[in-house]
């Protein structure tokens, strides 16, 4: 075998040409990494305003508990007041 040639059926690329396949490939993967910031970055900001909006009904709940039991005390208090006359 040592006398056979080794036939090429595809041109090689030249220097240039390797290069610009080179650019490509990194542009693509700059893309790529762009593309996927950009969607960890938004559910980063889809999961705070989530938790913002749970603590903002839940400090709503709150309020809406302490007046409600407010009213019910001041009511108790005004049953507790003899009204004879």
Known sequence: MAGLKKISWFRKQSGFEQMQMWREKRRAANESYVNSNAEVANAFT?????????LAELAARAAAKRVVEQTQAKFAELDKIDLKV
């Open 46 to 54: 889809g999961a705070f305003i989530s938790q913002t909006q749970g």
